[in-house]
C-alpha cells in the first residue's frame, strides 16, 4: 500500500480540501483500515503529524495569553492535587505532598516537551486517589499483607503494560465511538466529586482529634469566601462594567486572587486565634516517612505480582477513558485550534509516567477534568464579529481554525476597520484562536517543582485546607456550569418565552430531552454510587460502559435521527478526530 495514500485523509483535513463524498468515503476506509491493522501505525502518524509543529509550539509561546495560563492552571492543578490525596496521606501514611508535587512535575514535564497534544493538564487526580486507597483498603485485610508501594508498583507495571499494548495495538481508534454522552456524564461525575470532597474537607475538621470547633467554623466561614469572591470575579468579567482589559484580567486572575486574599483572611483578627488546620508539608524533597525514592517493587512475593494483574487492567480501563476524554475535551470543536492532535503517541507516553510513577512511589498522573479544558480556555484570544462582507474571508484566512468552523471577528489587538465594523455588535467578543505551546504547560510543572524547596513548602503549609474546600466547591459548579446534563435540565425548566428562537434543543421534545437527560442522570448515579461502597475498585468499568450504552441501547430507544444529533454528537471537530481514524 502506497504510504501517501495512507496519509492522504489527514493531509486533506489539514489543508481544507473537500472532496466528493464517495471519494472521502473511500480513502476514509483506506486510511481507518491501515490504522486499525498495522503495529505501531497510530504511534507513527501522531509523530509525523505533530512534528513540524514542534518549532512553533515553543515560538508561539511568545504571547501574554501564557501568563495568566500558568498562573491559572496552576493553582487550579496543584491544590486540588493535594487535597485529593489528603485522604490517602492520613489513612496510608505512604504519600506526601511531596509526592503530589513531584507527581504533577513528571507529568507536566513529560506531555511539554514530548507530547503531542500539550494543552491537556494531567496531574494527581480524584479517581487515582480514590484507586490507591480502596487498593489499601483490600490487601491491608488480607493476612500477612505485602508491602503497599511494593504492590502499586506493580499494579502500575501492568498498568503501563497495557498502555504501550493500547498505543501499538491502534486501540485508541475506539475514541471514535465517544460522543458527548459519555463525556457530559463523566463531566458531570467529576463535579460531583468535586463538590463532595469540598464538603469532606470541612466536616473532617468537625470530627478531627483533639476537637477544634473554632477552627472548623472559621474554615467554613473561609471556604465560603472562597467560593463567594472567585464566582464574584467571574461574574465581573461577564459584565459590561469596567474596561475590558480589566473584566479579562477578573477572569484571568480573579480564582489565584480569591485564594491568597483567603488564605490571608484566616490570619487577621481572631480568625488567627482560631487556628484552623493547614495543609501538612515535610522537609524539602524529601519522601514520606523518609523512605528512599526508588521502590523495590520486584522484590514483592510471586503470588503477589500474580493478584496485581487484574488491579492493573481497572488502572488502564480508567486511564484510558480518564485521559482520553481529558484530552478530546481539552481540544474540543468549540475551541479554533489549528495543530494536530496525538492520542495513540500520548497514551505510550502515560503508560511511561505510570511507570516511572510506579518505580518512584508517586500517584499516578494522568489527564485532568476540568484541569485540561479551563488551561484551553485561558489561552484562548478573544476579537470582536466584523460585518459579513467581502473582507470577511481574508480575515478567516490568517487565523485557520482545528474546528472547520469559519468565525467572523475582528483580532483583538489590530487596527479596527470601522466601515467593517457591526456595531451592533461592537461588544461582543467571540474565540480567534488559541495560543497552542507548550511552555504554560512546562512552567505550571515546574512551579510544583520550586514548591518542594523548603520556603515554599513553608507558605504551601499557611493555607487553611478550609480555603481548599470553596477551590473544590468553585472548580465543580463552575464545571456544572456549563456541563451538557445540566443545560438540558436548565432547558425543561425555563420560560419558554424566553428561549432564544434559534435554540436547538427546540427542535427536540422535552419529553425526549427529559429521556435523554434521564438516562445520563441514572449512568452518572450508577458511577457515584459504586465510589462510595468497597466495591469502588470496579469504578472505572461502570465509566467505560458509557461508551458501548451509547452506542447500542441510546438507538434503539424512541428518538428520531435529527433529535439524536442535537441532544448528542462529537466532542471535538473531523480535524481532532482524524488522529483516530475519524469520526462515526
Known sequence: MDDNQVHLPLALAQHRIHLPGRLQASLRQVHQRHYDTVLGAGIIQDVRARAPWYRSDWTDAWNY??????????????????????????????????????????????????????????????????????????????????????????????????????????????????????CDTFGFYVSWVYLQYGVQVITRQYDASPPNLDGALVATVLALLMLVTSFLFQKLSETTLFHRHVRRFFADYGMPISLVATSGMAYWGRFNSANPITLPVSGAFEAANGRDWLVRFWKLDGKWVGIALPFGIVLWILFFFDHNVSSLIAQGSQFPLRKPPGFHYDFFLLGITTFIAGLIGVPAPNGLIPQAPIHTTSLVIMGRPLKKDSDEEQAISRVPSRSGVKPSFEVEGEPKNEQQADPSSTRREVPVSVVEQRVSNLAQGALCLVLLTGPFLHLLNLIPRGVLAGLFWFMGADALQGNGITLKLLYLIRDQSLIPSNEPLRKVRKSRIALFAGVQLISFGATFAITQTIAAIGFPVVILLLVPLRTLLIPRLPFSTEELAILDGPTASPFTMESVGGSL
Open 65 to 182: 495569553r501564557v501568563v495568566p495560563a500558568t498562573a491559572l492552571i496552576f493553582f487550579a492543578n496543584v491544590l486540588p492535587g493535594i487535597a485529593f490525596s489528603l485522604d490517602l496521606i492520613e489513612t496510608t501514611q505512604q504519600y506526601g505532598v511531596a509526592e503530589v508535587l513531584l507527581s504533577s512535575f513528571m507529568a507536566a514535564f513529560i506531555f511539554s516537551v514530548f507530547g503531542a497534544q500539550p494543552l491537556t493538564i494531567a496531574g494527581v487526580t480524584g479517581p487515582i486517589t480514590v484507586f490507591n486507597k480502596t487498593i489499601y483498603d483490600i490487601i491491608e485485610k488480607q493476612p500477612n499483607p505485602p508491602n503497599y508501594l511494593h504492590f502499586i508498583g506493580w499494579v502500575y507495571l501492568w498498568g503501563a503494560i497495557l498502555h504501550w499494548i493500547t498505543a501499538i495495538l491502534n486501540w485508541c481508534n475506539l475514541l471514535r465511538y465517544v460522543t458527548l454522552f459519555p
